[in-house]
Structures are given as structure tokens and as C-alpha cells.
């Protein structure tokens, strides 16, 4: 079993909070990492939702199934049954102890606000994304982290790092396809994994018709991602209406399938772009839902997008278990100035982060990190490039040039 950065996390979690849910998308490994928890450091009665008969005698009678349980319990796919959660929260408020509850979902309940206030104050929720890439390599990544501190560390060189970057992007994170290692098997899983999403878990969720047409969306959304999110243009390409669209946006975000990345404003006006990025929440899933394998990657000049969406996927997971827990914006002006990743911590402070596939790296390509230093002043810590070359380049005042494997580099730990 690989081991999951964020579990530690999760065990803090349970030490002092009654309700923990694990969220993230399905075949991510949630049921693994709480079935090892489970049989491990946090003892507890493992049921299943997916289990048809443990998913009827919920929904003949939540309360009762709850009261027949001893000690602490993990309930997998809680999505499955709603009513649930205020069996839970009955049962939680006659007894506060920690720990009592450990609870998987495949749906972010945060984009339900019914099911997430029922147990608002009783509840801690993590995410839990597929593999990073230091988890696939052993480590345990702190590079987001590492970007705050007052003089930026040295991360040591690996050459042969630049010439995987495509074999990680089209690999991705699900454990599954990370193990397939024929393209015609990792295809198959895929098929098989976006029927699952939209014939089954938007169904849990959402009482929808044309279920014909998410499949087009998801792969329209693939081609343009990351880019400014543009209801009207998507409408018009796919022809469904803006209330459908914007509803069914909300399920594939809601399942994991894609995420918004909030434009950075400061309150500073008029003068910033505040449209969302669109982002696709695996990069694999991304190559497979426009049919790009490694050789069309290279042809059609398609790694542009793909690392970026990559570089930003990357960082989300490692904010999960970063001391940190910075918010991830883009930033962009009215006359054109982008940076393609913004992280702010808590107090303001900001690091920049543009994502180049090339393996060299000019002047002009510090101007969008330039313009948000310019911008936001001394709450501005340092600008980096990440790139597809090998060396670590200074390049002025706070400004850097990292390779892209310095984010799962063995010293960023």
C-alpha cells in the first residue's frame, strides 16, 4: 500500500473532532486509506455503502441502523444515503466524543449545502485527491510550504525528471490507471470510470435527464482546460442552455471531475480579471478524454495546457497536508498580465507561479510576475517559473527558475 501524505492529518482529525469526512473523488483511494485506519490507529467497524443490503437497512431506517452500532465506525460513499447525516447529527449531539464517526464521500458535500450544514460544528472535512507525485515516489512533498519560507532552499537536480513529465502527466494520479501501464488498458479503465461517475454518482446526487450530454461537456471542457470559464461560448459550442450547463458544471465539479481555480482580486478594484480558471482534477483524464497519448502530445504541441493543469492539480494535493494551507488563485489583468498560479497565505502574503513547457526560460517571461509584484507590493514574497529544464536559475530579485520535478523533490520534504 502507498502511503497517503494526508494521513496524519486525518488521524489529528479524529482525536478531537466527532464527525470526519474524507472527500475525493471515487477511486482515489479513500476506502483503502480508511479501511487501513480502521484495522490500525483508529479502530473502528468498517460498512460500505455500495453494499446493497448495508445501503437498504440505512435507508429503511437511518437512526436505527446507527443505534446498533458499538464504538467508533467508517461508513464508506456516505453520498448513497443522505438521510444519514442527520441520523449522525441526532446521534453526535447526545454523545460529542471524537472520533465516533469516520465517513467517505465521493460527492463534495460542499457543493450541497443541505448535507453540509446538517452537521456544521460536528464535522472536520479533508480531501483526498488521487497520488500525488511524491506519493507515487515515496515522499512526502512540502514544496508549497518551502515557497513561504524567508530565503528559498536549494532543491537537488534530477535529469532524467524532464524527460518523464509527459509519461507522469498521461499516468495521473488514480491508483488504478497509475498501475496500468498498457495504454489500451488505462484507456479501457478510463471508459469504464466515466460511466461509472455519470450513470451512477450523479444520479446519488442529482435528479437529472440528458445524461447524454455530460460525456460531450467533459470532453469540451478537457480541450479548453485550464482557460477562462466562459459560460455563454461553452452553451453556444454544446448547445444546452446556461441554466442546464451551469447545473451540470456543478455535478462534475460536485463528483470530482473538474474544479474551478477563483481568479485572484485583492480588493483592488476594476483593474483584475475575475473570471475562473477551469481545471481538470486529473491530467490523465484530461489526455484520455481528447484522445492525446504520448506521441500526439508531442506532435500537436498539446503540453502547454496539460502541464499547467498538471502543476496546479500538484499543488492542491499537497495543500491538503501543508503547514500552511494556502488558497490557490490565477491572476490576471484587464490588459493581458497573467500569472498562472497565486498562493496566499493566511496574512496576505503571496507567492506567483508560472508554468512554461519549455526548457528555456527569457526575461519577457517574468512580466506577468512582475506586474503582480508591482500589483500587491511587499505582500509579494517571490515569483517562480516552473519549467521542463534542469537547472536552477536566479533570475533577479525574489524572481526563480525551478524545474517542475522541484515540487516532488526529495528535499522539499
Not at 23 to 51: C, M, W
Not at 202 to 207: E, G, L, T
Not at 244 to 264: C, D, G, H, S, V
Amino acid at each position: 500500500m502507498i502511503r497517503r501524505n494526508i494521513t496524519s492529518n486525518l488521524l489529528n482529525a479524529l482525536a478531537d473532532t466527532p464527525v470526519v469526512l474524507l472527500n475525493g473523488a471515487r477511486q482515489s483511494g479513500k476506502s483503502t486509506l480508511v479501511k487501513a485506519i480502521a484495522e490500525g490507529g483508529h479502530p473502528a467497524a468498517y460498512f460500505n455503502l455500495d453494499d446493497v443490503s448495508v445501503l437498504g437497512a440505512v435507508r429503511h431506517d437511518a437512526a436505527g441502523f446507527l443505534s446498533g452500532l458499538d464504538g467508533p465506525v467508517v461508513i464508506d460513499e456516505i453520498q448513497r444515503a443522505p438521510e444519514l447525516f442527520m441520523a449522525i447529527k441526532s446521534a453526535v449531539d447526545r454523545n460529542r466524543r471524537p472520533g465516533r464517526f469516520l465517513l467517505t464521500g465521493s460527492a463534495n458535500i460542499l457543493l450541497l449545502p443541505r448535507l453540509s450544514e446538517s452537521l456544521a460544528g460536528r464535522m472536520e472535512i479533508l480531501s483526498l485527491w488521487p497520488f500525488s507525485q511524491g506519493e507515487i515516489n515515496g515522499i512526502k512533498e512540502a514544496f508549497v510550504d518551502k515557497l513561504f519560507e524567508k530565503r528559498l532552499p536549494r532543491f537537488p537536480l534530477n535529469k532524467k525528471e524532464g524527460i518523464n513529465i509527459i509519461d507522469r502527466i498521461i499516468a495521473g494520479g488514480y491508483p488504478e490507471a497509475v498501475s496500468r501501464t498498457v495504454p489500451a488498458r488505462r484507456k479501457a479503465w478510463f471508459d469504464s470510470y466515466i460511466t461509472t461517475i455519470l450513470q451512477r454518482d450523479v444520479r446519488d446526487i442529482a435528479d437529472i435527464d440528458g445524461l447524454s450530454d455530460m460525456p460531450r461537456l467533459l470532453s469540451l471542457i478537457a480541450i479548453r482546460s485550464p482557460s477562462l470559464l466562459n459560460f455563454a461560448e461553452i452553451s453556444r459550442t454544446i448547445a444546452i442552455p446556461q441554466t442546464t450547463l451551469k447545473r451540470y458544471m456543478m455535478l462534475l465539479e460536485a463528483t470530482f471531475l473538474i474544479r474551478n481555480l477563483p481568479a485572484w482580486s485583492g480588493h483592488l478594484g476594476k483593474r483584475l480579471v475575475k473570471t475562473s480558471k477551469l481545471i481538470m482534477c486529473d491530467t490523465a483524464l484530461m489526455a484520455h478524454l481528447f484522445g492525446a497519448n504520448r506521441e500526439r502530445i508531442v506532435s500537436a504541441g498539446l503540453i502547454g495546457p496539460l502541464l499547467e493543469n498538471f502543476v496546479i492539480m500538484e499543488l492542491q494535493k499537497q495543500i491538503t497536508w501543508s503547514e500552511i494551507r494556502p488558497k490557490m488563485f490565477h491572476f490576471r489583468t484587464q490588459t493581458g498580465q497573467e500569472v498562472d498560479i497565486v498562493l496566499e497565505d493566511s496574512s496576505g502574503r503571496l507567492v506567483g507561479i508560472e508554468v512554461k513547457a519549455s526548457a528555456t526560460v527569457g526575461a519577457k517571461d517574468f512580466n506577468g510576475l512582475k506586474a503582480l509584484a508591482e500589483i500587491t507590493g511587499n505582500n509579494f514574497i517571490r515569483g517562480i517559473i516552473l519549467y521542463t529544464g534542469d537547472n536552477i536559475i536566479p533570475f533577479g530579485n525574489n524572481l526563480h527558475v525551478l524545474p517542475v520535478s522541484a515540487i516532488w523533490s526529495k528535499n522539499s520534504a
